[in-house]
């Protein structure tokens, strides 16, 4: 049995149901439903073919060629759909919901699956996923200098029970020119959207929602504009940390990474830095003397978030001082301030 079902529908499943992205693995690999399942009808130049037939010879023709392309693949998409979704019951989609999830629904249904096909395919995704970064939230911002602990800070809060979008994650990015750690690998643009608003769907726009105090752009990703403009009027805590403790918790965190690549990443922000800021660095960098890089980086980075501070409405920015970068004792101080905070988007949890 085949049904059509929509993509909010389909997300709002109250049992979930396996996904399988019939494009192509270069569609997918630039942009995906999280949690789908890749199971190409064609590969990518198989593809190819399919569309040029379709544009210079015409629709049937596409077709029969693309019987021809998949005729001896059919045992094999559903011995692997048996393997994604062993209880026979699975959803579909291609681009744009056309023929090739048509295709793959009918071989499932003859197989006896139970086939949801998702109306407007991936295409319905994208536009969903665009209208969760129009929606309102109740945003909470946490600022502080780098080293501050920010995100250590929201792991704790999320495990507290509060809500909390980590976009350095999302990003797989940790915000600065040294941000990949020499070994994170960013999603694409599409991809980390898609992420992104597949985390927002389970916001309670009742309750406050705690970010990052983020740039637009989080290495090569960007924070999408309707959302950006949110943070941007939100509340923001601003913590209060000495640089010295700043200092030891960056050393912890980044001195013991490969020292080209730190190299690398300060000769990027050289002209922000200055050339005798970048020649200290560097020269402290293969001295093994790490807290006197990372104090001769700050120096950028402190100032930066001074000037991003000052655009902000002043009475939308509360600061807390902070003894340490203990995150576990700071998040319990953040949720006692915050709650005796009566301010519009901080509201109660």
């Known amino acids: 049995m ?24 270069a569609e997918f690999e630039k942009g ?30 596409a077709i029969l ?23 026979k019951k699975i959803a579909v989609h291609c681009w744009r919901g056309g023929m090739r999830s048509g295709a793959m629904a009918w071989a499932l249904d003859l197989y006896g699956f139970e086939v949801l096909v998702i109306k407007g395919g991936y ?14 939230y109740p945003l909470c911002i946490l600022g502080g200098m780098t080293g501050s602990g920010k995100t250590k800070i929201l792991h704790k809060l999320s495990i507290a029970g509060e809500q909390v979008i980590d ?28 992420n992104f608003a597949f985390l927002l769907k389970d916001m309670d726009a ?5 970010v990052e105090d983020e740039s637009i752009t989080i290495g090569k990703c960007a924070v999408p504009p309707p959302f950006w403009r949110q943070m ?11 640089v010295e403790q700043r200092t030891a918790m960056l050393v912890d965190e980044y001195g013991k990474l490969d020292k080209d690549f730190l190299i690398e990443c300060t000769q990027r922000i050289h002209k922000r830095l200055g050339p005798e800021q970048t ?18 980086v700050l120096v950028y980075y402190d100032k930066t978030y001074r000037g991003g501070l000052l655009k902000r409405n002043a009475e939308q920015v509360f600061p807390v001082e902070l003894e340490s970068t203990d995150a576990d004792k700071n998040s319990k101080i953040l949720l006692k301030f915050i709650r005796q905070v009566n301010q519009p988007g901080v509201t109660q949890h």
């Open 2 to 25: 085949t049904r059509q079902i929509s993509i909010s529908e389909f997300l709002q499943l109250s049992t979930p149901v396996a996904l399988i992205d019939v494009r192509t693995p």
């Open 32 to 61: 995906h439903i999280p949690g789908a399942f890749n199971v190409p009808l064609f590969s990518n130049e198989e593809r190819v073919k399919v569309g040029t037939t379709y544009k210079q010879v015409g629709r049937e023709e």
């Open 65 to 87: 060629l693309g019987f021809d392309l998949t005729g001896g693949k059919w045992s094999g998409f559903i011995k692997r759909a048996l393997e994604i979704a062993p209880d």
């Open 123 to 136: 295409k319905s995704y994208r536009r969903w996923a665009h209208q969760q970064f129009d929606r309102q």
């Open 167 to 194: 976009l350095e994650d999302l990003a797989q990015h940790q915000g600065s020119s040294y941000g990949t750690m020499n070994k994170l690998v960013q999603p694409t643009q599409e991809q980390f959207e898609n």
């Open 206 to 210: 009742a309750h406050r929602v705690w």
């Open 232 to 242: 941007r009027n939100a509340v923001l805590i601003d913590l209060k940390i000495g």
């Open 279 to 296: 020649k200290h660095a560097i020269a402290a960098i293969n001295e093994n003397r790490m807290a006197d890089f990372i104090r001769f």
